[in-house]
Structure formats: structure tokens, C-alpha cells
């Protein structure tokens, strides 16, 4: 079983395929954090140390200055009965009054299946996954407030999932100051710590650094994920690479605002965290209400960044998308944003379709500039009616008329905006997030509703459902193109809920496109990759990786991207050259073999312009992302040279069974006098031979994962190649 109790130790041991979790209540009632490595049996209560460390506080009813919830690891450290380091947990009695609870153990159930959340993502289990949930109840008496922890295992994906749930049981209201979902507790190693950081058009650059003294922390105050800041951390050891070494992680199921922390304590004790952030963040709790922190995902890998990845990778693709896409392998699109902007018409957009089907296309989206009075970002979001004059007739005409062009049709919506200039704003001023009083603050020249608000969310709705309902429409781009700054809600009791419920709210209405139009492809997007965590991919398959489409700048941010997230959830497209954001050239070639390593493959460039040689050479990719789409989506990802070296940057995509496997490159630099550089594959079969379809020659796969095979030295900066390897005997 997954679970195993053992009433005699007091221990609870969380088993997957290769790890295992273990925990304990101790003789005081408080449950202590054990073990997370590779799997074991045993108890292993022996690892907390128990001495006099001077000024290290006791709870008045143990009495033995050697125990101290300070320098003891722990399943939820809460603030109040002598920890100091950073707490998950912080509550105090309303009105002023004192912070502080002392939580201890009350309980557990155990039951079969995977626990899920009310009105949050969380990984589902399909029966056969032989998954279980562990829910263990800490009590304060006092309060009358319980805190239940609630553990997912998923042992085939090696995968412990936690949430958190709290109940005011009393006849006292409450308020919770700080909610934060997980930690892990290490009572010693020499880490370091793996975070992705950026901004709007560079998102999840890897920066690895040596974990010191005092707390290193990340997060968000923005109400989105954010460009800055991933929802995803890694503490490794410190000699750890891609496929030796101890590696954790943790990913936040959730789209808001977030803090994660590493923080190495005076005893060189270490503690990883994640949950909600504080910013803002203050929720009353009457009696009878409760409260759920989202779920953090959890997985070890003792062999390496790239198995810790891997983990993740099948886990998002099958146990946190859903839906009639989440297997399927996605249609190559053109957008029409870098094509037209806001400068087209149905007839143009027509024009552009039977081009793109001449290429092989499968999918035009029209962007932005379909709706209202919309010629720049300056007016009419909020107001989600076509304009017909521009468009030639409504949305279902033009889908149809697309449709007739031999193309699937897609729209861009920003359901979350609202522009000053516009009826709907004009009609209901209160519905955007404002300040009384207060100047307001622009984002692109637009608010944002206020989502926590049920009617809010029924006008963006049936407005959606106005046009969807009519027309063919096969794909949704979902955008948000600001932050939350004006945090204030009309309708709110308590000012620091309206966060945490705008996001519940954002959910909410995702919840109900998706059971509207089930066979709907929906894209998430946040100015590009502003939201690109785990909780949106619960409702969207893929998302607009980053608004910068240069392929150089791509490399960086889809192989940063790669460390938590599947490349089958990566929105890519082929642009322009040179580059409109970066000026940049690239060849059209590299341009689609970056675009190719996401499985939301696509072009945003006017295939109007492309001369006859261009058409056939998009026909050619085209039909070369449908050969390996199947080995993109579901193959093991390996990143076998990451872009920092400056030199060249390569990748494959390695069959589960080891019968094929396709490795790309891109040349960054090339030096003087033919300076080799050789590709190294991984997740071969060994003692098998496979045959190369780009060389014709057979090569044995021990020698290839050992030595490799060399690039091209005719290769020039940006050029790059592509080999599909093929078992053909052992």
C-alpha cells in the first residue's frame, strides 16, 4: 500500500515506485518530518537530534529544555509555540488580538484515491493509478481550530502531492495571517537552490546558486504567477547535475500570488517552503468557515535534475491536464497577431487562411482587434460583440467562411480586462479593481474586473457564450495583460481575500468554458508567460510560453521552462525574421526547430509574404512536426546542452520504450579552424543498434550515450540540425 501506518512507532510512511515519505507524531503531539529520499523501509525517528541548546524555547507542558519545535524539522511549523524560523502558519483572534495557536495531533483518515479541492486545480488520479490519500488533523484546543494536512500519493509517478484545509470549529472568529501548503524539513546537507527568474519577454531563466545562512526566498505580489518569478524550486545537492545527484522539488497548483523559500538555520538545518503569499493577505474565519491552501506538488529524484523533470513532465501531461486535448497532439496554427496586429479584415484574415492552408496550416487564430470598437489597446475590452463592419458579418460567418478556406478557426479573448473606454465599464465603474479615492493605476491602458464577484464573472460569461455558442470556434487564446495593483473589491468583507479569491473566481469561470465547450482548445496566456504554472495547465493543455518569439531568447526560456513543465504545455511559434522584438535574424529552419520543441507548434508571420521557396519550406516543417509530434508531446525530454554555455544548445525527445528518439541542436558560436562539438544522447536501449535517418548510418546505442556523434562543422551561429534515431536491432 501507499500509505503505511504504524501505530507503534506513531509514524505515517508515504511509499511511490522509488521514494519514500515519512513523518511521526512525537511523544508531545507534534507531528515531526522525517524522511523524503529514496525508498527504504524502516523508521528512521533516529535522524531528529535532541539537546540543551540554550535559548531554544520549550511549550510550557514539556518541561525538558533538550526539546525544542526550533530546532526540530516538522510537517507544518506554525508560528506561536517557539519556532522562529519561517513558518506555514500564522492566525490570530480578531480585533487585535494575539497571534499564536499551538497546533497538535488530533487524528487521520485514510482513504483510497486522490483527494481534490474545492474550486482549485489539483492532480486527479483515474482509479488504476493506485493512488491514496492520507489526511492527518492538528488541533488547537483553545481556538477550537483545525488544521487538516492532506497528502496525494502517486506512486507511479513518484509524486507526493499537499494541501492544507482550515476549519474554525469554535464560536470565535479567526484570522489567517499567513497560509503556506508545504515544507520540507532536512536536518542537514550542502544544497543549492535551483529558481527561475525573469521578466516580460524573458521568462524562467535557471539561476542556480549556493544555499547560505538566512532565508533565500521568491514569489509574487502581482496576483498572477507571474513573468518574474516561477511557482517552482529546486534545493539540489551541490554537486548535482542532470543525471547524478539528490534533487527536490516543489510546484504550486495555483495562478496567484505565491512565496517559496529555502532557509538554512544556525544549526545548518534547512527548510524548503511554498504556499500563498502574504502580501495582502489577511482572511477572516467566522465560526463554521473554512479555508484551502492550494496544493504543492512534490517529487525526489536521486539521479538528477533531468529524472526530477521527468517526474513532472508525465505527471502534468496525465494527472493535471484534462480534457479532450490532453492527449491529443495539437494542430499547427498561424496567429494573426505579428502578421496584421490590428490591421486586417474578415477578407484579409480569409486571404491569410488560404495561404496558410497552401502551407499545410491546420489552424488560423484571429488575435486581438476582432470586438468592439478595438483599433489599439486603448478601448473596448469588456465589450466581447464583433464588430461586423470590420470583420465582414459576425464570428460564426467569418469562422465559416475560414472554415471554407479549409482551415479550423480560433479567437483571442482578455475575459479578465476592462478598458475606461468602454460601454461595459461605463455601465458598472465598480466592477474594476480600484482604489476609493485613490488615483487609479493603468496597466497597457486597462483595469481589471474584479473576478471575486459572481456577477462579474456571469456578464464576461454569457457575453463568451453570445458568440461561442454560434460559431465553429476550435481554439481560445486566453490573455491577461497586467498585474493587480488597485487590490480592492466593493464587495469584499475583508480587503485581504480578494487576492485569493479573484484567482478562485478566474477558476470558476475556466471551470465553466471548459464543461461548455468540452472540445474547445484553450491556451493560457499572461502577456506570454506570465502564468505559466501548474493550476492554469489544470484548465488550459498549453500555454503562450513567452511573448518574445526570437529564437535565440527561446532557447533560454523554453529549456528554463523545461525543469518544471512538460514541452507537450509549451505554446511556440515560427515568426518574422529579423525578429520584431529582439532585431535578431535566424534562419527559417532554426526557427522551427525551436518553435518545435513545444507542442503547441505554430507560425506568427505573414505566410503572404513568403516567397515560393518559403511556402515549401513550411510545408516541409509542417509535415516534419507531424512525423515526431507524438515523440514531442509524450517523449522523455532530456536537455543534453543548456543554452549558458554560449557555445550551442541541444535537446531530445527519447520514446518511453527507447524505440526512437529525435536530437536537435542549435549552433550559438562557432570557432575557427573546425572545433567539434559532439551530441551525447540519452534513453537508448542498451546492447541496440539505431539506424539515423538524416546520415543512413547505423550506430550502436552504447557507444552513442557514451561518446556521442559530432555536429556538422559546416554549421554556422544559428544554424541547426535535427536527427531521428530509430531502433533497428540489438
Known amino acids: 500500500m501507499p500509505v503505511v501506518v504504524d501505530h507503534d512507532h506513531r509514524t505515517f510512511t508515504l511509499h511511490t515506485a522509488c521514494t519514500t515519505y515519512q513523518m511521526q507524531v512525537d511523544r508531545y503531539g507534534y507531528v515531526l518530518h522525517l524522511y523524503y529520499g529514496p525508498r527504504t523501509a524502516g523508521t528512521m525517528d533516529y535522524l531528529p537530534t535532541f539537546w540543551d541548546r540554550g535559548q531554544a524555547a520549550q511549550p510550557e507542558h514539556v518541561g525538558d529544555r533538550a526539546y525544542s519545535l526550533d530546532v526540530l524539522p516538522q510537517e507544518f511549523p506554525f508560528q506561536g509555540m517557539g519556532d522562529l524560523r519561517n513558518p506555514l502558519f500564522s492566525v490570530r483572534r480578531v480585533g487585535g488580538g494575539a497571534f499564536g495557536c499551538d497546533l497538535r495531533y488530533a487524528g ?64 470565535e472568529t479567526v484570522e489567517v495571517k499567513r497560509l503556506q501548503s508545504a515544507c520540507l524539513d532536512f536536518t542537514h546537507g550542502d544544497f543549492d537552490v535551483l529558481s527561475f527568474f525573469g521578466r516580460h519577454g524573458m521568462e524562467r531563466m535557471p539561476a ?15 496576483g498572477e504567477s507571474s513573468h518574474q518569478y516561477n511557482p517552482f524550486l529546486i534545493v539540489c545537492d551541490r554537486t548535482a547535475t542532470e543525471e547524478a545527484g539528490q534533487a527536490w522539488s516543489m510546484s504550486f497548483v495555483y495562478s496567484g500570488g505565491f512565496c517559496a523559500a529555502v532557509e538554512r538555520d544556525q544549526f545548518d538545518q534547512v527548510r524548503m517552503q511554498m504556499g500563498l503569499s502574504d502580501e495582502q493577505f489577511s482572511f477572516p474565519l467566522a465560526p463554521g468557515e473554512e479555508l484551502v491552501g492550494p496544493e504543492v506538488v512534490m517529487t525526489y529524484s536521486a539521479h538528477g535534475l533531468g529524472l526530477l523533470s521527468q517526474n513532472l513532465h508525465r505527471l502534468i501531461r496525465q494527472r493535471v491536464c484534462r480534457g479532450y486535448w490532453r492527449d491529443r497532439v495539437r494542430p499547427v496554427l498561424l496567429n494573426s497577431w505579428e502578421a496584421a496586429y490590428f490591421d486586417f479584415t474578415g477578407d484579409s484574415l480569409v486571404d491569410l487562411a488560404r495561404k496558410a492552408k497552401e502551407c499545410g496550416v491546420e489552424l488560423l487564430v484571429m488575435d486581438d482587434g476582432w470586438f468592439g470598437r478595438r483599433e489599439s489597446d486603448t478601448s473596448s475590452l469588456g465589450d466581447w460583440r464583433p464588430n461586423t463592419a470590420k470583420l465582414g458579418g459576425t464570428v460564426a460567418e467569418l469562422a465559416r467562411r475560414v472554415n471554407e478556406a479549409g482551415l479550423d478557426f480560433g479567437i483571442w479573448y482578455e475575459p479578465e480586462m476592462v478598458s475606461e473606454d468602454s460601454d461595459l465599464y461605463r455601465a458598472h465603474p465598480d466592477w474594476a479593481l480600484a482604489v476609493p479615492g485613490k488615483p487609479k493605476v493603468r496597466g497597457r491602458d486597462q483595469l481589471v474586473l474584479d473576478l471575486s464577484r459572481p456577477e462579474v464573472r456571469d456578464a464576461v460569461f454569457e457575453q463568451m457564450c453570445a458568440v461561442l455558442d454560434d460559431a465553429n470556434v476550435a481554439y481560445l487564446k486566453w490573455d491577461c495583460n497586467r498585474s493587480l495593483v488597485d487590490v480592492y473589491s466593493s464587495a469584499a468583507r475583508d480587503q485581504g481575500t480578494v487576492l485569493y479569491n479573484y484567482v478562485l473566481g478566474l477558476y470558476d469561470l475556466l471551470e465553466r468554458l471548459s464543461q461548455r465547450y468540452p472540445r474547445m482548445l484553450v491556451e493560457g496566456c499572461a502577456s506570454g508567460g506570465g502564468r505559466f504554472d501548474a493550476g492554469m495547465l489544470y484548465y488550459t493543455p498549453q500555454i503562450w510560453t513567452s511573448d518574445c518569439t526570437d529564437a535565440v531568447n527561446r532557447l533560454t526560456i523554453q529549456v528554463g521552462t523545461s525543469y518544471g513543465y ?86 531530445e525527445f527519447a520514446a518511453e520504450d527507447g524505440s526512437e528518439a529525435l536530437v536537435a541542436a542549435v549552433v550559438l558560436d562557432v570557432h575557427g579552424y573546425g572545433v567539434p562539438s559532439y551530441l551525447v544522447p540519452r534513453g537508448l536501449t542498451p546492447g541496440a543498434v539505431y539506424r539515423c535517418s538524416e546520415t543512413g548510418g547505423d550506430y550502436p546505442s552504447d557507444a552513442l550515450m557514451s561518446a556521442g556523434f559530432p555536429l556538422p562543422l559546416s554549421l554556422a551561429p544559428y544554424e541547426s540540425c535535427a536527427f531521428h534515431f530509430s531502433r533497428v536491432g540489438a
Not at 481534490?116 to 492520507?134: F, I, M, N, S
Not at 488544521?147 to 476549519?167: C, K, N, Q
Request: proline share 6%; hydrophobic share 40%.
Open 108 to 171: 487521520f483518515e485514510l482513504r483510497d484515491g486522490k483527494y481534490g479541492l474545492p474550486g482549485l486545480p489539483a492532480v486527479y488520479d483515474e482509479g488504476a493509478d493506485g493512488a491514496q490519500t492520507l489526511v492527518i488533523t492538528l488541533r488547537d484546543a483553545q481556538l477550537r481550530l483545525d488544521v487538516e494536512l492532506l497528502y496525494g500519493v502517486m506512486p507511479a509517478y513518484d509524486v507526493v502531492t499537499r494541501a492544507v484545509r482550515v476549519v474554525n470549529r469554535g464560536t
Open 208 to 222: 542556480r546558486a549556493a544555499l547560505g545562512h538566512g532565508s533565500f526566498s521568491v514569489g509574487s505580489r502581482r
Open 566 to 651: 512538460p514541452c507537450a504545455a509549451m505554446g511556440a511559434h515560427v515568426s518574422a525574421s529579423p525578429n520584431e522584438m529582439t532585431r535578431r535574424p535566424a534562419p527559417l529552419s532554426t526557427r522551427a526547430a525551436v518553435a518545435m520543441m513545444g507542442g503547441g507548434f505554430g507560425y506568427e508571420l505573414d505566410v503572404r509574404e513568403l516567397p515560393d521557396a518559403g511556402v515549401e519550406a513550411v510545408k516541409r516543417q509542417v509535415a516534419y512536426f507531424h512525423a515526431h509530434a507524438e515523440l514531442i508531446m509524450n517523449g522523455r525530454y532530456y536537455r543534453l546542452v543548456p543554452p549558458e554555455t554560449n557555445r550551442l544548445c541541444a535537446w
